[in-house]
């Protein structure tokens, strides 16, 4: 077991990753609020995607594992509900890394007041395979809490979009 | 042929739910195993508000949620296709996880509202709520344990709660109690899909075919008299709406009212003539009707089977 060196509770944190899409670091998904180090104790804040986000308890095992492993004696991982999460706040990494996975990004999350829509969500993305925009939404709701389905015309292949929220 | 010790790898696959012994209390298998789901958020209760009063809210709508959220996923592996199985699915883990939030609230303000447990069970507060809870202490509407009929009958009962809770969640986002206004601005997200979801297939099968269109009359039919009373004031509410963490649901009503009437303008479909069921005590104060029954008995077995989260 090496022994905890100033400052490092973060990089080590920051290796973590999401349980429902690995490609993605905690940092990368938004989720990772705050670390702060104080000796060997460490205090990881993070926030749930959706509220019903079955993820969290592994995310927050994954965390304090990966800093027990990396030395640190205490580990305490909180929640943060507030500001809620955005899909705004998924790195430019994380959405590269999500294309390069056949996922899609979001767009920009919605702001002002929330409008009713009844036809289906026009969305201007791209196939992440063959980068077609001749794209059709299958279900707004998909594999996980946070993605969509979508099928791509051209490539005919089906892929995930992750929802702007 | 060689020898193999059956002992060394007869170990149930189902052995990793309960972890290393230094994790036990984290791998609880009913829950999410979360075991605190606002662990670190100052659940501290803000100047004048009550903490019986707070709770006592929080308890009627995370049981709203929780209630609704049973039902909805019994449609799991029975909807029509299988999208909207997974659309179903996810609006009731949605609703899941709300619940799960707003009853740990609810421990958090008061934690008398708790069942007691034995000594030494892992069982967390919200799942405490959930599981062990008789049916007169359930403070839901009558409308979310109501059988789910078929998907006509889903869908109007989703649009009109979702249409009424999402309202109610935007108001929330403003309430004196920091931990609810929170809960409310992470849940205005998801119901907002959860209304589209409704509302789009509200119109759909109301332009549709005759046949899903006389089933989308007869669903609608069959919720309306219940729907009442979500915007009827309790006394619980009239005390979160005086002090000011909660919504008199009477104030959303009209704005409830001009979102369902565009759907029904949208979709040819007339507002139901019918009068409310029931004009006495109901679900808010713990009546609740014969459904409710069956639906706790089945959703609440397995964890009162082992109360100390073991078998």
């Known amino acids: ?165 | 042929m060689e020898s193999h010790d059956l002992d060394l790898d007869h170990d149930s696959v189902y052995d990793g739910l309960l972890g290393d012994s230094s994790q036990q209390a984290s791998q609880w298998a009913f829950g999410t195993d979360f075991e605190d789901p606002l662990a670190g958020v100052d659940t501290t209760i803000p100047a004048g508000v009550d903490g019986a009063a707070l709770a006592a809210y929080c308890l009627m709508l995370g049981d709203d949620a929780l209630i609704y959220a049973h039902r909805l996923s019994e449609w799991t592996s029975n909807a029509p296709d299988l999208e909207d199985d997974i659309a179903l699915a996810n609006i009731a883990l949605d609703l899941l996880g709300q619940a799960r939030l707003l009853l740990a609230r609810a421990a958090a303000a008061d934690p008398r509202v708790v069942p007691p447990l034995p000594d030494g069970s892992p069982i967390p507060p919200d799942d405490a709520l959930a599981f062990f809870r008789e049916e007169p202490a359930f403070r839901n509407v009558r409308m979310v344990e109501a059988t789910n009929g078929d998907f006509a009958v889903t869908i109007a009962r989703l649009l009109l709660f979702a249409t009424h809770r999402l309202a109610l969640l935007q108001r929330l986002t403003t309430s004196l109690d920091p931990v609810l206004s929170a809960i409310a601005a992470k849940g205005v997200k998801e119901v907002t899909y959860h209304r589209d979801y409704a509302g789009r297939w509200f119109v759909t099968l109301a332009r549709g075919t005759e046949e899903s269109r006389r089933r989308l009359v007869a669903g609608l039919r069959t919720v309306w008299p219940m729907y009442a009373e979500l915007s009827r004031r309790c006394e619980t509410e009239a005390l979160a709406a005086e002090q000011a963490f909660g919504v008199d649901p009477g104030t959303l009503a009209d704005e409830v009212d001009a979102v369902i009437e565009h759907v029904l303008a949208t979709s040819g479909i007339e507002r139901p003539d019918l009068p409310p069921s029931g004009t006495g005590p109901l679900g808010r104060s713990g009546h609740h009707t014969e459904a409710m029954g069956k639906l706790l008995a089945e959703m609440q077995v397995v964890a009162r089977a082992h109360p100390m989260g073991k078998w």
């Open chain 1, 1 to 165: 077991m090496s022994s905890p060196r100033g400052g490092s509770a973060l990089a080590v944190a920051a290796t973590v990753t999401d349980p429902e899409m690995p490609m993605l670091t905690l940092v990368d998904l938004g989720v990772l609020r705050d670390v702060v180090e104080e000796g060997e104790r460490v205090t990881v804040t993070i926030t749930p995607t959706y509220s019903g986000c079955p993820a969290m308890a592994t995310m927050r095992d994954d965390l304090r594992h990966a800093l027990l492993d990396a030395g640190y004696a205490d580990v305490d991982v909180r929640i943060s509900l507030s500001p809620a999460w955005s899909s705004d706040w998924i790195t430019e990494g994380g959405r590269r890394k999500l294309s390069t996975h056949g996922l899609s990004a979001p767009g920009p999350a919605p702001t002002g007041p929330v409008t009713l829509t009844l036809t289906p969500l026009r969305r201007p993305i791209d196939c992440p395979r063959c980068g077609s925009a001749d794209v059709e939404l299958t279900s707004e709701f998909g594999p996980t809490a946070c993605k969509a389905l979508y099928r791509c015309r051209a490539c005919l292949d089906p892929f995930e979009h992750v929802k702007e929220i």
